[in-house]
């Protein structure tokens, strides 16, 4: 991968911006075998300073948008502007799926998780339980889903455009070749009835790289699935540039994978 000198913020190296194992089981509990695999967690508890070098294991609370100091999910910062996916996908569409979208997520999931301490203190309505802790799956499930979207994704000149030799072993092994996946990975998005995901997962039961289709933010999830690459179809996602034309948008989503961050969920999905 090239120096991604397109960073627009600092790397974020306050004190305890990196997440420790206990703080990852924490900040990713609430969501639950859909959002990370437990595994993974034990992984993510280095800083990005790696990664600013090229290197690996680099992922830190806050790019998972997790403040592990007020102890609240927080939006995270992008590594690029929202130009920088220009023309594959548009400045506007970016700042409001950033700023509005998955800012909204992120309070969603709060405001529920809220809802939910009341309940146990036995101050809020134990008759809405079952609507606040669908709001966690949702809001939670959409604010993991968009943390890895922007992580996965970058400019020209800041991404790696291919995957490792091991992920692309993998990937031959379980799709037959990159053309095999990009094919049915396409096809599964072009497919998503009404908002959704299509995914690129790990399945750690039997080693193997999977494609799935995600309704909502988290309907048709495979319990324990590591999620390695999404691209989001909800319309919100690409209709003020290409209107209908999901396919089209779906296509231009190649051009801006940052593999160097596939690579590295790979890595930490498995444990290594
Ligand atoms: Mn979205």
Redesign the pocket.
Known sequence: MTTPHARTHEPHTESGAALGRRDAMLAMGALGAAAFAPRALAQVNETDRALAQGGRGIISARDLGWDPEARRYILPELRYAYDALEPHIDAATMEI?HSR??AGYVSGLNKALDELAKIRKGEGDAGLIKHWSREVSFHGG?HV??TLFWLTMGPKDFIAESPSLELLAHMERDFGSMNGFWTHFEAAANAVEGSGWAWLVYEPNAGRLLITQMEKQQDLWMTGAAPLLGV?V?E??YYLRYQNRRGDYVKAFRNVVNWAMVDELFAIARGV
């Open positions: 799926h979208h998955h959409g889903n968009h989001d909800w919100h996602a």
